[in-house]
């Protein structure tokens, strides 16, 4: 009789649980002699996945949705039952915050580089000199080869320090939540890099392979993002119900893994040792480093940095918002002297999350060299974004209440030679640990799809490796 193999999967974030979903499926549908077990240190499966539900509001505390364009989302949401209740955000009107003053965003735009040039022409956004600046990206021609540079280095270059500044930096830092002048092109933007190489011009690039849009006045701005209906922890739930009972242990952590022979043994917070034929690493990069500490080849870790964030939701009555702005919220320019570095208008952009008369606003702190703010109390945070806010729009109320979110070093960053980083230790981990793979945000991609392509690609790289 063969053996039963036995898989680890560390971490119970998106890209664990799928990883642990996807294996058991493959298993149970292939009759493979194997089992699977989910450790999470945290009491809460989900990672940055978390939803509250408070008087009628649904407010996510990470993220809110996640690309529709990126298929793998979409997939497991369906796969796991929920596919009648995904709904699109609501559109409008995004908006810019330069100079003190909310500038529409430019339509016609892919990560803020233009498809379109009129309505860059027409733009505040940039002086006459920015604008020409910019356009000279349509006669430079490609750049010399590069294995990887900075996302800065590279827009500065092609587009010009204004257009980075007001447009491009804060859309990308958003994201990120990085400085764009450490962050690497190659592990974030590299279909910019081979726009440029291939047509010598990023905005011709973008207008010969970006599908056409219709701009006629009475076509809708199509959405471009989607969302669960009762708030993205119901995926969550939906995947972990699908796994075996007995699956999942919580509250308890790996400590070391140690390699012996052809299996491994994991170290738990608890004083136990489990055993493991495979072991996928869905946790943070400096977890794993801790995990392997005796294996120098995950040195780099130990100088990859990570930045702090923080949000806060407020909930108002209508009445309370005098001087209302029509559009989804803005982001701020890093010129600006606002210590939010964005604010969603959650109740136009998700109306599913706010009940009738009442409005919802998330805003955000944490830029690079603003960490600190994290840290502050939940009064100095809610006064800080409502002053900030008062200054774009007119609030004549308190909230109804507030909630503060902290996310410390819990945002990975790429900076400049990341990928080949992270392909060199995956190179080393085939040769000295054979049946160890790594999935998550700290790796391939922090977004919800990212996270879970490399949850599915660790569980095919597992039963590739055991049968």
Not at 48 to 66: A, L, N
Not at 297 to 303: C, N
Not at 433 to 457: H, K, M, N, T
Request: net charge negative.
């Amino acid at each position: 009789m063969e053996q039963t193999k036995h898989v680890v999967v560390i971490g119970g974030g998106i890209a664990g649980l799928t990883a642990a979903y996807r294996l058991q499926r493959d298993i149970d549908q292939n009759e493979l002699p194997m089992r699977v077990k989910l450790i999470e240190a945290s009491e809460q499966l989900g990672g940055k996945i978390q939803t509250v539900h408070k008087d009628g509001f649904t407010i996510e505390r990470g993220p809110d949705s996640f690309l529709e364009r990126k298929e793998s989302a979409m997939r497991l949401a369906r796969d796991v039952g929920l596919g009648d209740q995904l709904i699109p955000n609501g559109t409008g009107q995004a908006y810019i915050l330069v100079n003190n003053k909310l500038h529409p965003m430019p339509k016609g735009s892919f990560m803020g580089v233009p498809t379109r040039v009129r309505p860059f022409l027409f733009s505040g956004l940039f002086s006459p000199i920015g604008k020409l600046r910019a356009s000279m990206d349509l006669i430079k021609g490609k750049s010399k080869q590069a294995e990887d540079q900075s996302l800065g280095l590279f827009f500065r270059r092609r587009l010009g320090d204004q257009f980075v500044e007001n447009l491009i930096e804060p859309l990308l830092s958003g994201i990120y939540a990085g400085d764009i002048d450490n962050l690497s092109l190659m592990a974030t933007f590299p279909n910019f890099y081979e726009l440029e190489q291939k047509h010598g011009s990023l905005i011709k690039g973008l207008k010969k392979t970006r599908p056409k849009a219709d701009i006629s006045k009475q076509a809708k701005k199509p959405s471009m993002f989607r969302t669960l209906e009762h708030g993205l922890e119901t995926l969550v739930e939906a995947v972990a119900n699908k796994l075996h009972p007995g699956t999942v242990s919580t509250g308890v952590s790996v400590d070391h893994i140690e390699k012996k022979e052809h299996a491994y043994h994991l170290l738990l917070s608890n004083g136990e040792v489990e055993q493991a034929d495979a072991v996928v690493i869905a946790a943070p990069f400096f977890q794993a480093e801790r995990m392997l500490s005796q294996y120098e080849f995950l040195r780099p870790f130990r100088d990859m940095p990570a930045t702090s964030v923080a949000n806060v939701a407020m909930a108002f009555d209508a009445s309370a918002i005098k001087e209302d702005v029509d559009g989804t919220g803005f982001v701020v320019s890093r010129n600006s002297n606002f210590r939010i570095t964005a604010c969603t208008w959650t109740h136009k952009k998700w109306p599913h999350t706010t009940p009738d008369g009442k409005v919802l606003l998330r805003c955000y702190v944490g830029k690079p060299d603003d960490q600190a703010i994290v840290n502050y109390s939940d009064e100095e945070i809610v006064n800080i974004a409502l002053n900030d806010l008062n200054q774009t729009m007119t609030i004549t109320g308190d909230p109804e209440f507030s909630i503060i979110t902290r996310w410390n070093e819990a945002m990975p960053q790429y900076t400049v030679g990341h990928k080949q980083r992270i392909t060199d230790i995956e190179n080393q981990m085939r040769e000295e640990l054979p049946g160890v793979y790594l999935a998550g945000g700290s790796y391939r991609g922090i977004g919800l799809p990212d996270c879970i392509d490399q949850g599915e690609q660790a569980a095919t790289e597992v039963l590739d490796y055991l049968t």
